[in-house]
C-alpha cells in the first residue's frame, strides 16, 4: 500500500443543511492565516465528550486511547506506508440564494498525498447520513479491518480532528493515530500536499 493510500470504492455523500450552515462558518475560521501552536502547559484538558462549538480553538495535547503524531512522527509513519490518513476538514455548502443554474465549485483544498478527504465528519454531533458516512469511509480506508493504523488529521489548533479520532476510537478501530499539527505543520515542514477531492 502506498502512503496514505485508500482503496477505491464509492461512499454515500453526507447531507444536513444544520451540517452545511456550521460547516460555512467553521471553514473560515479554518482558512484564515495559521495559528501557531499551543504549549503543552497551555493545552486545554480534554473533554468528556466530543466539543460542540467553537471547532477553532486550542485542542488538548492527548487524545485518550489515541497514539498524538507530531509533524515528524506523521511524516515517518506516511512515508513507510500502510496507515491510511483522513482528513476531515468540513467541505463549503453552496451558497445560499445562487440563482439557478449558476455554477459553484468548491475552493481548492490540498491534502496530504494519498489522504482520504471526508468532510463534515468531525462535529460534535452528527446526523445519522453523516454517521455513516464516517463509518462506511473508515470502513473503506481500513479494508474493514479495526486494527488497521488510521491518522487523522485536519489544520493546526481545529477539533475537527480531534472529535474525528475520538469517534473513530469509539467506533471500535484500535489502531487510531491524531495528527493535531494537520496540513499547516505539513506544509511548514516543507512536505509536499495535493489537491484533495472529497469522498463521494
Keep these: ?30 482558512l484564515s492565516a495559521s495559528v501557531a501552536p499551543a504549549a503543552a502547559e497551555d493545552a486545554p484538558p480534554e473533554p468528556v ?4 462549538d467553537a471547532y477553532r480553538a486550542p485542542t488538548p495535547a492527548t487524545l485518550a486511547g ?3 503524531l507530531d509533524t ?13 490518513f483522513i482528513d476531515v476538514l468540513p467541505r463549503p455548502p453552496r451558497p445560499a440564494g445562487l440563482s439557478e443554474g449558476t455554477v459553484w465549485r468548491d475552493p481548492p483544498h490540498a491534502s496530504i ?8 465528519v468531525g462535529f460534535g454531533a452528527l446526523n445519522a447520513d453523516t454517521e455513516a458516512y464516517f463509518r462506511a469511509g473508515l470502513k473503506e480506508a481500513s479494508r474493514g479491518d479495526v486494527n488497521a493504523p488510521l491518522v487523522i488529521f485536519c489544520q493546526r489548533q481545529c477539533w475537527m480532528s480531534w472529535n474525528a479520532a475520538k469517534r473513530a476510537l469509539e467506533g471500535g478501530y484500535r489502531n487510531v493515530a491524531w495528527f493535531p ?9 516543507g512536505l509536499p500536499l495535493v489537491p484533495a477531492t472529497p469522498r463521494p
Design 1 to 30: 500500500m502506498t502512503p496514505g493510500r485508500a482503496p477505491a470504492g464509492g461512499l454515500r455523500r453526507a447531507g444536513g443543511l444544520v451540517h452545511a450552515a456550521v460547516a460555512a462558518l467553521c471553514l473560515a475560521a479554518c
Design 49 to 52: 465528550g466530543y466539543r460542540l
Design 66 to 68: 489515541a497514539q498524538v
Design 72 to 84: 515528524a512522527a506523521a511524516a515517518e509513519v506516511w512515508r513507510a506506508g500502510g496507515a491510511a
Design 113 to 120: 498525498p494519498g489522504a482520504v478527504w471526508l468532510p463534515n
Design 181 to 189: 499539527e494537520g496540513t499547516d505543520g505539513w506544509s511548514q515542514a
